[in-house]
């Protein structure tokens, strides 16, 4: 693997074929000294604060497998993410492997369903009350500890978009929420869309969803993408969601 030059990765977008992922695009459109890019006949590697990494085949000629997969088992990323079929080429051990379809919605397939009340998520009380919720959701709790409240509030509240949260509230309590992160505004990621267990199956999480979307899209967004969970994909084909393919998550310790 070779790196490249900061003023070389304008290129790189011109060998891509079809839509970037998100990831993706956000990996690109990186400050200089936040991002590096390797590459090795048609796939690259790119990297952003030395933690996380796409991995890209272009397609355009044969690589190096071995040699790609040595670099990326040396390299210090704690997440890695890549097109199933370029995943399914390499070798890293010691990392956990997922495989995840991610969907796709767009200003022409959004179909909206609001059956309740929603509001976008502003100021420190709204992100406690976010924090609180998801310490109540199976899988999320320990990624929000005790004690550190009012901290993951803040780095919340001083979010900039195309981060944005809403939420549905009932007796004054935030019971389903969401948000949007890891991308760009034109192209961005839908995280964190989940409902307190008592309000389940009522509609929550469609409204949710659909004021995250319907916000995005006034604002000239042009895609959003998520990884959903087997058994809320329907949820999300009902809103005009649709497979965009199949990606593999790397993940160390």
Known sequence: MQLISHSDLGNIQRRIKGPLHPYMERALGGSQGEIKAYASGSIIAISWLDVSMVVIDTGDCDSDIFCVSSFLSAARWSSLLAEKRT???LSI???EKEDRILFTV?????IENRVHAVRRLEGNDDFLSLVHLYRKIEGMA???PDGEEEEIAEYYSGRRYPFLAAGAFCDGQLISAGYISSGTVRNAMIAGVATDSRYRNRGYASSVVS???SIAFSKGMERLSLWPEPEAEHLYRTLGFRDDGWY????RD
């Open 142 to 144: 320990a990624f929000y």
């Open 106 to 110: 767009t200003p022409d397939s959004f």
């Open 93 to 95: 051990p010691d990392a």
């Open 248 to 251: 593999t998550m790397f993940r």
């Open 211 to 213: 004021e995250l979307c």
């Open 87 to 89: 995943a399914d080429r």
